[in-house]
């Protein structure tokens, strides 16, 4: 058991919205099995390929298809995600990532990795420092500065889809409206879906924000620069053109 590791298991865990969404369509049943998947891909390095799911069915004790339509609903409401690297939960790749972290730190003379890694980065710092009292306040700052350092490094390493939309200046509550459409249409907020995103905000010549407002208006889950070009010539007025970059000249 030495090489075995734990996450933990918040003690509300059932009562979150999501994984009460999650028991209202899968019962208890759901539950279980999403816990279980969490315990699968600390074991596969954070990531579950889709031509997996026929062995991990087995291994679950339930039908195939049953699993991959468990699988998808919790896609939808961002219990997982997927990219190309397969299916993935956030917060198990930041177990995974901040435990390699103290592991490396331990070789090379830091600290040793014993200890449950805790489900946010503080808390897993705060007990890592409760066990270097002895070493002094000096050493104590130290180490803190260097966790706060590594938290962001891990931090920077998570993908998230509506911060990347946030971040191409788009209206806050305009992203929150889309995302509600891409999950009622099951669109994946993955990496790869972003990037194409926004190679075809580039292409449109209209700026993001005004992009994903008309996809929202128009109950669209991506966005292609052809749609958004024949919307504005069938209908520019009540549009402000001042918000476009040269498409009506």
Same mark, same amino acid.
């Given at each position: 058991m030495k090489n075995s590791f734990y996450f933990d298991h918040d003690y509300n865990a059932r009562n979150?919205?999501?994984?009460? $969404?999650? %028991?209202?369509?899968?019962?208890?049943? &759901?539950?279980?099995?999403?816990?279980?998947?969490?315990?699968?891909?600390?074991?596969?390095k954070g990531f579950i390929k889709r031509e997996a799911l026929a062995g991990l069915s087995l291994g679950l004790n339930m039908d195939k298809a049953e699993l991959i339509i468990m699988i998808d609903f919790c896609l939808k409401i961002s219990l997982f995600y997927e990219n190309k690297d397969g299916i993935y939960s956030n917060r198990i790749l930041q177990h995974i $990532?901040? %435990?390699?972290?103290?592991?490396?730190? &331990?070789?090379?003379?830091g600290r040793g990795n014993k200890g449950r890694i805790k489900p946010g980065f503080k808390d897993a710092k705060a007990t890592l420092e409760a066990g270097e009292d002895s070493k002094g306040e000096n050493s104590k700052g130290e180490n803190s500065k260097e966790e706060d350092?590594?938290?962001?490094?891990?931090?920077?390493?998570i993908f998230n889809f509506k911060n990347s939309l946030l971040s191409l200046g788009i209206e806050k509550q305009i992203v929150s409206d889309w995302l509600k459409v891409r999950a009622k249409k099951k669109a994946i907020n993955s990496e790869t879906a972003f990037k194409a995103i926004k190679k075809e905000i580039e292409l449109s010549g209209f700026i993001a924000n005004e992009c994903i407002k008309i996809s929202v208006e128009k109950s669209w889950a991506g966005f292609k620069s052809e749609w958004i070009i024949n919307e504005i010539k069938a209908k520019t007025n009540g549009i402000d053109k001042s918000k476009f970059k040269g498409a009506f000249s």
């Open positions: 979150d919205q999501k994984i009460l $969404e999650l %028991r209202a369509e899968f019962g208890w049943t &759901g539950y279980a099995i999403y816990f279980s998947l969490l315990e699968c891909l600390c074991e596969s $990532e901040y %435990r390699q972290k103290l592991s490396d730190a &331990g070789r090379s003379g350092s590594k938290e962001e490094d891990i931090k920077k390493d």
